[in-house]
C-alpha cells in the first residue's frame, strides 16, 4: 500500500486530507493490513466452534410468527385495502 493508495480511496470516500492526514492513514491502514495478515496465518483447520448463538432474553421466532400484515394495520390509525395510510410526503 503507498499513498497513492491512500489518495484514491479518499477520492472514493469524497474526503481532503492533507499530506501529514495521509501518512497517517497510510500507517494506520499499513498495521491494520499487517494485524490481517497475522490473523490470517492463524491455523483453524482442526478447530471446532466453542460458541452457541443463542439469545437469552426470549425464544428466537420467525417474523412471520411475530408479526402478521392485519397486526401492523391494526395499529396505525388510518388504512384503507389492506395498505396504511400517511401523509402525502412533497
Given amino acids: 500500500m503507498d499513498i497513492k493508495d491512500v489518495e484514491n480511496l479518499a477520492e472514493l470516500a469524497k474526503i481532503e486530507l492533507t499530506d501529514k492526514e495521509k501518512e497517517n492513514l497510510l500507517k494506520d491502514m499499513e498495521e ?3 494485524y490481517v495478515k497475522q490473523v490470517q496465518e492463524v491455523e483453524t483447520k ?3 466452534p466453542s460458541y452457541l448463538n443463542k439469545n437469552v432474553w426470549r425464544e428466537d421466532l420467525p417474523a412471520s410468527s411475530v408479526f402478521s400484515k392485519d397486526l401492523i394495520i391494526d395499529q396505525f390509525p388510518d388504512s384503507k ?3 396504511v395510510k ?3 410526503i412533497l
Fill in 32 to 34: 491494520i493490513l499487517g
Fill in 81 to 83: 385495502d389492506g395498505f
Fill in 46 to 48: 482442526d478447530v471446532e
Fill in 86 to 88: 400517511v401523509k402525502k
